[in-house]
């Protein structure tokens, strides 16, 4: 565990050192809840915050869209991400509030620049903000969650476990070209803690742990762990990337291994290397950006993978905006004999077209291959068996019927060689806030799937009400799934309730309740999540 401590004691360290420079201009959000079709953000203050806003995600200065606004409540929201843009929960965005300027402030630009974002909106309007300099500042989030699990199946244990996460961001520390960046998770099943200790990476988990140093406003040097945005599709790369700006071109590379696949331990045995080369153009009203990456990827110092990645995304078209990308893999292996080909890996394309706050449409397409790793995988045959073809073709829409009345459909085809039946899925939601009365929101969704080999709904009406001046928010949902295997005569019916309970003790601390019962016709379980979060 000494490892674990030595982390936070520098950590603190940074925050003791650092906290007297918190000043954020940005209304900042925090990632609450990710679902297969919503991310939740929640602000202290949702005044000036609507539907149809974005939100954006900071870095090295510049911020980038990656969630466009859906729904409102008193201090939340819920939004679409605009494209394969990964978020988890904690994750930090911001949302640009116009304000007064105070005192000596001056009016400055923000340039939003898309840099190779593998989300489908680039901006091309430069936003204001109040801001006599670029400022340093602190902040961060830690957490402690517990989640029980009981049963009355013989056949499951009921558990406790326990879950601690640290997020912190320390950016232009004592105002030098230093900054910090951190995500760590710590969890572990209380009746398992005797084993804990024997190995540490099991239960401690570091997503993100990084150095950076910026020399001026173009150039950038990034140490430890962490995940380049602009080449999101790599993951995270443990040791050195350098970023390099000039006029309209970036460029870049790194070289440090990939996270250990088992426990996301340091593997220096996954050694790797790359580049990065772009460049962002003004079109009429809009951006557009281009990026091509080259990485060689290696197990025990041996060619494991070897690929390009090309990026293309553009906002042009007046309320459109486009995403595509691609890989395409050099290398191949077969019977020990190695060959330069090239395999293309992966498209995908997405646009997004939004004519007004009240409508908006998304289609995309994905057609992908499981990638093969030639010295991960022992051999051919085994790399072939996880070499089946995805493909998809997915529609979601947006309505605005009237101020407070929503409505949403969604629907998708995929299909894969050798399926008897191709999957397909359809569904939407209806919701309307500010319920006469009651002074509620309440919404309702279903979707349905077909598959190969199952045959499933889920139908749900969830409703939430701010209690007490908005200090204590409420929540009661109900869920009824009902799934059958087509191969069989095996079906199951599950009725799930829910109780969310969520309240901020003070402006930094937080608590949250939420209880959630699965009913079916011979079993039951229950889960409690409870959590306290404070912020600093």
């Known amino acids: 565990m000494k490892i674990f401590k030595y982390i936070f004691f520098v950590i603190f360290l940074v925050s003791i050192f650092s906290f007297s420079q918190n000043k954020i201009e940005e209304r900042e959000g925090t990632v609450t809840f990710v679902s297969s079709q919503y991310i939740y953000v929640k602000f202290e203050n949702m005044d000036?915050?609507?539907?149809?806003?974005?939100?954006?995600?900071?870095q090295w200065n510049e911020i980038k869209p990656v969630l466009t606004i859906e729904f409102t409540s008193s201090k939340s929201s819920a939004g679409i991400l605009l494209n394969g843009e990964e978020l988890k929960v904690d994750d930090k965005l911001i949302a640009l509030i116009e304000t007064k300027a105070e005192n000596e402030n001056i009016e400055t630009p923000v340039v939003v620049n898309e840099n190779i974002q593998p989300s489908g909106e680039v901006i091309s309007k430069e936003i204001k903000k109040k801001s006599s300099k670029i400022k340093s500042g602190i902040s961060g989030r830690f957490s402690?969650?517990?989640?029980?699990?009981?049963?009355?199946?013989?056949?499951?244990?009921?558990?406790q476990r326990w879950r601690y996460t640290l997020s912190l961001n320390a950016d232009r520390i004592e105002n030098t070209g230093f900054s910090l960046s951190s995500y760590i998770n710590f969890n572990y099943r209380a009746d398992d803690w005797n084993k804990v200790s024997s190995d540490v990476w099991k239960n401690l988990k570091i997503y993100d742990l990084s150095i950076k140093y910026d020399f001026n406003e173009t150039t950038r040097l990034t140490f430890g762990r962490n995940r380049n945005r602009n080449i999101s599709n790599i993951g995270s790369i443990d040791g050195l990337q350098f970023e390099k700006k000039i006029n309209s071109f970036y460029t870049g590379v790194v070289i440090g291994s990939r996270p250990d696949f088992g426990d996301l331990s340091f593997s220096f045995d996954l050694f790797e290397f790359g580049g990065y080369f772009g460049r962002t153009d003004t079109l009429a009203e809009g951006l557009m950006d281009n990026?091509?990456?080259?990485?060689?990827?290696?197990?025990?110092f041996k060619t494991d993978r070897r690929f390009i990645?090309?990026?293309?995304?553009?906002?042009?078209?007046?309320?459109?905006?486009?995403?595509?990308?691609?890989?395409?893999?050099?290398?191949?292996?077969?019977?020990?004999?190695?060959s330069n080909e090239f395999i293309l890996t992966s498209i995908f394309f997405s646009l997004r077209y939004s004519p007004a706050k009240f409508f908006s449409a998304t289609i995309s397409y994905d057609a992908r291959k499981n990638v093969i790793y030639y010295e991960t995988?022992?051999?051919?045959?085994?790399?072939?068996?996880?070499?089946?073809?995805?493909?998809?073709?997915?529609?979601?829409?947006?309505?605005?019927?009237?101020?407070?009345?929503?409505?949403?459909l969604n629907g998708g085809y995929r299909f894969k060689n050798g399926d008897i039946k191709q999957t397909r899925n359809f569904g939407g939601y209806l919701s309307y806030s500010g319920i006469p009365i009651i002074e509620s929101s309440i919404a309702v969704n279903y979707n349905k799937l077909f598959t190969n080999f199952v045959e499933s709904s889920i139908a749900g009406i969830r409703l939430s009400k701010n209690l007490f001046d908005n200090k204590l928010?409420?929540?009661?949902?109900?869920?009824?799934?009902?799934?059958?295997?087509?191969?069989s005569s095996f079906s199951s019916t599950q009725n799930i309730f829910s109780v969310d309970l969520s309240t901020r003790l003070s402006r930094i601390l937080s608590l949250s309740v939420s209880y959630e019962g699965v009913f079916e016709k011979k079993r039951t379980s229950s889960r409690i999540f409870a959590g306290i979060t404070t912020r600093f």
């Open 309 to 338: 990645y090309l990026q293309h995304s553009n906002n042009i078209l007046t309320n459109t905006y486009i995403f595509a990308s691609s890989e395409i893999d050099l290398y191949k292996k077969i019977m020990e004999v190695e």
């Open 473 to 487: 928010d409420l929540s009661l949902g109900y869920r009824r799934s009902e799934y059958e295997l087509t191969t």
């Open 291 to 300: 990026n091509l990456a080259f990485m060689q990827q290696t197990n025990k």
């Open 144 to 159: 402690i969650q517990s989640h029980s699990n009981f049963s009355n199946n013989i056949r499951s244990t009921d558990y």
């Open 48 to 58: 000036g915050i609507s539907k149809g806003d974005t939100l954006y995600h900071k």
């Open 377 to 408: 995988y022992k051999n051919f045959i085994d790399s072939l068996f996880e070499n089946e073809t995805r493909q998809g073709l997915n529609l979601r829409t947006n309505f605005r019927i009237i101020n407070n009345l929503f409505l949403g």
